[in-house]
């Protein structure tokens, strides 16, 4: 009897024990549940199965069907899972560069993986440039362009914007760049220029002493690209496109409209590339305002 009072002494000790813990577990749990981690399963037109933690990565046509699940937290978060590879640190590009009548940088490039060509290494211009010449070199279609007016020391000139697949200076590549078709002035000692536009893609470090450019990676989080670089082109297009549609307004010739007409054609193949492009770097909409 001694024996069975003990056990049920013990017994309800327990209950008392349990139902002391139970609230306090309760409370406890929406913190633990912050700790957890989200995620989101999407299977493609492929049957393919896919998981990501940022919503934003999934083509926008899959989200409708996507499943988000909770990742609990393991219990020794700090330690490194031994499979997980070390990342390795950006690396660094060091470009040797002369000087052409004591101020301009000159560095060599190469456009389209085909087209050598030099550069003036300008961090003060926004956008970079290369000659009619180099760009039918490197297989661009000018045609396919948008013509856009710049100003500069001889006047206002209307000039193709076109993009290139990729612009590689001493390894250092900068992939679907656009860039301007005009030729430099004479006398600069090189044939293209390389703009703040390629340049803010690299942490830049000149070095005179030694006369050579260290170019350090910054990668974006969207594709690449930071939010500015995908913004820029946004609002360059949307920009761009009210004005051809105000100067279509107002064309007092068909020729006029014709020539706006064809130009509107190509940059609403621009922005659909874009549109498209941004989907797959999961960048939101409201980044493409």
């Known amino acids: 009897m001694k024996n069975t009072g003990a056990r049920h002494e013990a017994t309800g000790k327990s209950i008392k024990s349990f139902a002391f813990l139970l609230p306090t577990a309760y409370c406890l749990l929406p913190v633990f549940l912050a700790f957890s981690q989200e995620y989101y399963r999407w299977v493609d037109d492929g049957g393919a199965v896919h998981f990501t933690d940022n919503v934003y990565s999934i083509p926008e046509k899959y989200r409708g069907q996507v499943e988000k699940r909770m990742q609990l937290p393991s219990r020794e978060p700090d330690a490194p899972a031994p499979e997980q590879p070390v990342a390795e640190s950006p690396r660094r590009f060091v470009v040797p560069f002369t000087r052409s009548g004591g ?161 509107l054609g190509i940059l609403e193949d621009k922005i659909s590339d874009l549109e498209s492009r941004a989907s797959q770097a999961g960048i939101p909409q409201e980044f493409r305002r």
Request: charged share 20%.
């Open 103 to 263: 101020n301009h940088i000159l560095v060599d490039g190469i456009v389209n993986g085909v087209a050598a060509m030099k550069f003036v290494l300008d961090t003060g211009a926004a956008s970079t440039m290369i000659p009619p010449f180099f760009a039918t070199q490197a297989g661009i279609d000018l045609s396919s362009g948008l013509i856009v007016t710049i100003g500069g020391v001889a006047g206002a000139a209307d000039v193709p914007l076109v993009e290139v697949n990729s612009i590689n200076v001493g390894g250092a590549e900068v992939r679907n760049l656009e860039v301007l078709v005009q030729d430099l002035p004479l006398g600069m000692g090189a044939v293209g220029l390389l703009g703040a536009d390629f340049l803010l893609e690299y942490r830049l470090d000149i070095q005179y002493a030694k006369d050579q450019v260290v170019l350090e990676p910054q990668e974006g989080p969207y594709g690449g690209h930071s939010f500015e670089w995908w913004q820029k082109r946004f609002r360059r297009y949307a920009n761009h496109k009210r004005e051809l549609e105000a100067g279509r307004s107002k064309a007092a010739n068909d020729p006029a409209r014709d020539l706006l007409d064809r130009q």
